[in-house]
Every structure is written in structure tokens, then in C-alpha cells.
């Protein structure tokens, strides 16, 4: 339902994109890895010209491992990757209107928060550099217009986004 951030337009990727086709369907998924999980729940539904869709997830992960062949150092010393614990939750919504066969409208909103350990950079004078808190929210909402033709489409996308990285001062 959406990204694990932003991509090079600003705005997030949609991962799942079919309009439904029933009155009501949804999905449940879970997917388990040595290191992280990710949970998503997704429900839609289709009445006469109308349809909705929204989805849920929650990904998790509470360490990485690094490679055998690593060598520890002092800043990192095991193979148990510093810092490298996330946690992201996301919640969409959409509806659409197929206002004729040609012409069809939808609205968006979106929402996502990651809260995550880094290998952390402190903020000096002779630097800049930063370090990140705690958490990232992206929020999103977007209008769609498409508009088919003989043999084209036309796909007109408003959008506006909000981000927030809390940054130490």
C-alpha cells in the first residue's frame, strides 16, 4: 500500500494498484525472515461505478546480521549490525468514481511512520552533519483523473505530500 519512504519524485510508491473487482474482498498476508517480519491487511470493495480500497502494514525488524567474513571493530563489535532496528506503519485509503466508460476519478490519503536506529552522525559546527531522533512521517494525499482516448490514455495526477524527519538540534 505504500513505500518503505520516498522516491525521486517525493512522493510514495504505491505498491498494490488494482481497483477492486467484487462487492467486498480483502487480504491478509504475513512474510517472516531471519531478521524482520511484515504484516499487511488490505480490504476493497466495488459497488455499481464506486469502488474503495484500503490496506494496513506494519513491518518490523530488531536486528541485522552482517556477513560472516565481517570484521568487527570498535564501533561495531558484533555481527549483530548497530543500530540497524526499524519499525514502519502505514494506513491508505482510497475511493473512485468511474463517472463514465472513458472518465473515471479518485482520491487518496495516505500515511506512514518509521522509527528506526541508524548508525547515528552528531551534528557539529565544522561538519554539518546531522543524527536522526527517532521518526520519519510521510503524508500524502492525492487526487487522480484519467480520461481514456482511441487509442491512449490520458492520467492526470495532483498530489501533496508532508514530511518530517525529527533532527537533533
Not at 477492486?20 to 455499481?48: A, R, Y
Not at 464506486?50 to 568487527?72: G, N
Not at 503524508?139 to 491512449?152: A, G, I, P, T
Amino acid at each position: 500500500p505504500s513505500s518503505l519512504g520516498v522516491s525521486s519524485p517525493g512522493s510514495d510508491i504505491e505498491i498494490i494498484s488494482r481497483k477492486p473487482i467484487q462487492n467486498i474482498e480483502g487480504e491478509i498476508s504475513q512474510t517472516f525472515s531471519n531478521n524482520d517480519s511484515l504484516s499487511t491487511l488490505s480490504l476493497g470493495g466495488k459497488n455499481g461505478k464506486a469502488y474503495y480500497k484500503t490496506a494496513l502494514s506494519y513491518y518490523d525488524r530488531d536486528s541485522y546480521k552482517l556477513s560472516d567474513d565481517f570484521a568487527t571493530t570498535s564501533i561495531q563489535p558484533t555481527k549483530d549490525r548497530v543500530n540497524s532496528d526499524k519499525q514502519y506503519k502505514s494506513a491508505m485509503a482510497k475511493v473512485g468514481y468511474q463517472i463514465s466508460d472513458n472518465d473515471e476519478i479518485a482520491f487518496k490519503i495516505s500515511t506512514s511512520e518509521a522509527n528506526y536506529g541508524v548508525p547515528p552522525s552528531e551534528i557539529d559546527s565544522t561538519s554539518n552533519r546531522y543524527k536522526r531522533i527517532k521518526d520519519q512521517e510521510i503524508n500524502n494525499f492525492y487526487v487522480y483523473y484519467d480520461k481514456k482516448l482511441d487509442k491512449s490514455e490520458l492520467n492526470l495526477r495532483a498530489y501533496h505530500d508532508t514530511y518530517k524527519d525529527t533532527l537533533l538540534e
